[in-house]
């Protein structure tokens, strides 16, 4: 048995009849990233004593022949946008390189409370703002399916230490596609929850409106277990939906005959790499072999998506980093003379190009006399994008896309060329601003042996249909 291979279930189940042990699973996944991760760097920092007190007290219980909870024993990734209590938490930036909270994020408390294991925290762009993990004031990750490319991002730590076998799953966080685009890129499944329906309680926040977290993993039934574990209200997010949580893993094995699969041509433009396209067309057929009913539909206000989600997440990103101003927490400038001059050299010495970028940009579309012309007129545009799905969903049950225009690209590639790099973000920033649901799940490779993604969006809280189509393209891949 290979350890570092087990899904949720394999390991849960090896664990509870004592075929392995939490801790053999940890110290297993730990000699593999120590191993495989100084030319990957998909970890951050590494949590060996809390995994160690959590996998003892996981094989207790199957000593005792307790039932082990959902994810006992379950070894998980944390990207670094998520408070943990006691551990440090950068988001990628030098801001918060030695930020310890006091507290932990309510989706990484329901893990542990479900009995995962903790092996440390991802590598990310800096406060989740890339689509390459090049943006990480640390270092950047690499793809591991070709350490020439990236990994995607800004979950791109997470998206490799799944990919790589360094987790059995991961959390990520998406504004713009950084769950669903790292996945589709190192060929994992990556799942983004309507808003609000995972708590953002501890979540460092880059734009409020947009920010959902999600799980990566290599099964869909394990991202389904994943979501089931971390969806619901919480008090301490007044934004988390009290809808209830629909049983996501008896859902997957409903039949998807007679399902209405969308496909709209906006998703098929210009842009969009060849063998993606074919790939893509594909996976459609496949759908419709399984007896799904392939339906036209038209999103006609996609082509503003991009700049519509670029005023909205700058502005709201300038906002929520304005609390960063060496005073409360993180970096402080050493050498200010006035408090204005503190604040000024914190947060130049501090923040990452890219990140002082939005700051810019958001700041000048929030300002007097631009606001109506910019955000605005953004925030119009959100809701025709909105309309457009809802108008769409009352004649399909989901929506099939391309993850991406293209497969992973090379290092460096576009690290000087900002808005080549928002344009790989083309087909995923539109779920975020609608805030439904999105996954994305492999379809095949390209001639260089890159993984392809493909998306399924959903209507609002109707993860439940898109985890089960998922669940069907994948096992007929199995057969
Ligand atoms: N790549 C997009 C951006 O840079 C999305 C990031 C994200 O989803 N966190 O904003």
Redo the contacts with the bound molecule.
Sequence with gaps: MDLNLLTIDSARSAIQERKTTSMSLVESFYSRIQKEDSAIGAYLTLTKERALEQADRIDRMAAEGKPLPPLGGVPVAIKDVMCTRGVRTTAGSKILENFIPPHDSTAVARLEAAGAVVLGKANC?EF????SNENSAFHPVRNPRDSSRVPG??SGGSAAAVAADMAVVALG??????IR?PASFCGVVGLMPTYGRVSRYGLIA?ASSLDHIGPLAKTVTDAALVLRTIAGRDPMDSTSADVPVPDYIAALNHPVSGLRIGVAKEYFGDGLDSEVRKAVEDAIQALARLGCEVVSVSLPHTEYAIPT?YIV?TAEASSNLARFDGVRYGYRAKQARTLSDMYRRTRDEAFGAEVKRRIMLGTYALSAGYYDAYYLKAQKVRTLLTRDFDEAFKKVDAIVTPTCPTAAFKLGEKVNDPLA??L??IYT?TA?LAGIPGISIPCGKTRENLPIGLQILGKHFDEATILRVANAYESAGRN
Excluded at 128 to 131: C, E, K, Q, V, Y
Excluded at 173 to 178: A, E, F, I, L, P
């Design positions: 762009d989740a703002m890339g689509s991002g800004s966080s998406d504004t713009g596609g950084s685009q880059f989600y997440a790099m928002y790989a973000d920033v975020d």
